[in-house]
């Protein structure tokens, strides 16, 4: 259930709390309801993120040698950093992220997304596929990110690669062969970021004024490479899979009586692409009655969470701005909830706006398809293309195909 925990969210039978041992035996107490959830992540004194990052299948020693011999470092930084350093960190990486910034980055995103969005039209009109993972939504979060924060010019393809590499090696259940190609790659990207940490503009250069080390700059770029665009793929991904299979709310976006950022909120609470984060209980304690020892891994679903019937009214259904819809915990809560929220949220609203007409009347040739993973969606494509009138039935209407 761990890593495919997306495909169980509408399953009612968990307990509050659930005991699940993971591939390697290791433990892991699974925290189903949204108020235990919210409690768990407001209250960093007992159950700490430093957790956040650890490899859930440990590493063998050929791959913690590539590692290493890459200058492989973590240290805490935001999202696994209880320490004193958090809230300097955060409020720099905040700054760089703060909306008016965001804002000013709309008009552009706007443009770029309506250039693609007629010529992904233009494809489909033609009667070809298109795969809206790719030629849409994979590459948007790391260019508006790039401006923000001044990234140096790697090629979107090897982040990419590396982000998803990363996201593997920290959070899948892997084999040793995988893992020493994924460290591999990880690695190599390390020594890439290392030197831009070093003589990078921008938040780079933030954080060295500020004083902090190399490592902690080079983690948290690290960190912002891999949560700071490719989450935000990968929601987008979900998020027009979803609206594929939802005609009656992409005809309420038409008619203007469905607001976008309504959709974007659901969208959030239904197609999480975190399904699950992690604490690290720092002293015996209980959770909604279940005992959890000091050191447990306490592993939050996000997703599930999002759809307790104590919090929305309809929680298995796509109903823009019902009650409790905006209550999800897809950005986490409390001290390290997610500092890129408005910067997903406006990117999400510019990809919902410009391109849910494409659409209307499509057959989803290819649902995305998501790796095991314990928390991050991946999802690999979404191919559509527009359905044809059958042969002999030239009026026929397009249909509307719901999701496959
Ligand atoms: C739909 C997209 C996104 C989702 C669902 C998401 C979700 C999350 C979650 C669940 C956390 C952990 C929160 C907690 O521990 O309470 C987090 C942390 C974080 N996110 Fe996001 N995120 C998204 C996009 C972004 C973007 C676009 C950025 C920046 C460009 C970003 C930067 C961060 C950072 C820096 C943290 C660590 C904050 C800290 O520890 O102080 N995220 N995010």
Redesign the pocket.
């Known amino acids: 259930m761990l890593f495919r925990s997306w495909a169980q969210v509408a399953d009612t039978r968990w307990p509050d709390v659930a005991r699940v041992a993971d591939h390697v035996g290791v433990e892991h107490l699974v925290v189903t309801r949204h108020a235990l959830v919210r409690q768990v992540?407001t209250d960093p004194v007992t159950f700490r993120?430093d957790n956040?990052l650890d490899a859930v299948t440990p590493m063998p020693v050929t791959a913690l040698r590539v590692l290493a011999g890459h200058r492989f470092r973590l240290p805490p930084t935001?999202?696994?950093?209880s320490g004193a350093s958090?809230p300097e960190?955060?409020a720099i990486?905040a700054d760089a992220?703060h909306p008016a910034r965001v804002a000013e980055q709309r008009p552009w995103l706007t443009a770029l997304v309506r250039e693609r969005v007629t010529r992904l039209s233009a494809t489909l009109d033609a009667g070809e596929p298109v795969d809206l993972y790719a030629e849409l939504a994979a590459d948007l979060?790391l260019l508006v990110?790039a401006r923000?924060?001044e990234l140096p010019d790697a090629p979107v393809g090897a982040v990419k690669e590396f982000a998803r590499a990363a996201l593997e090696l920290f959070w899948a259940p892997l084999d040793a062969d995988r893992q020493l190609a994924l460290a591999t790659e990880v690695g190599r990207f390390h020594g890439v970021l290392r030197d831009f940490a070093a003589t990078g503009g921008g938040l780079a250069a933030r954080l060295r004024a500020a004083g902090h080390s190399p490592d902690v700059v080079v983690g948290?770029l690290f960190?912002?490479l891999v949560?700071?665009?490719e989450?935000?793929s990968?929601?987008l991904t979900l998020l027009l899979h979803r609206l594929a299979g939802e005609p009656a709310v992409r005809a309420g976006l038409r008619a203007g009586e469905v607001a976008v950022a309504d959709v974007v909120e659901e969208g959030?609470r239904l197609e999480?692409?975190?399904v699950t984060?992690r604490?690290v209980a720092a002293v015996d304690t209980t959770l909604g009655g279940t005992a959890v020892p000091a050191g447990s891994s306490v592993v939050l679903w996000?997703a599930r969470a999002g759809r307790d019937p104590a919090t929305v009214d309809a929680p298995d259904e796509f109903r823009p701005g019902q009650r409790g819809s905006r209550r999800h915990?897809?950005?986490?809560?409390?001290?390290?909830?997610?500092?890129?929220?408005v910067?997903?949220?406006m990117?999400?609203a510019v990809v919902v706006a410009e391109a849910a007409p494409l659409l209307d009347g499509v057959t989803v040739v290819r649902p995305p398809w998501c790796p095991d993973n314990l928390t991050f969606r991946m999802p690999d494509a979404f191919v559509v293309r527009r359905a044809t009138d059958p042969p002999g039935f030239p009026t026929a209407p397009r249909l509307d195909v719901a999701r496959a």
């Open positions: 992540l993120p956040a935001l999202a696994n950093n958090h960190i955060r990486v992220l979060p990110l923000l924060v948290a960190f912002l949560a700071g665009q989450t935000t990968q929601f959030l999480p692409p975190i984060w604490r996000l915990l897809a950005f986490g809560a409390g001290a390290h909830r997610c500092v890129g929220d910067l997903a949220r990117e999400a």
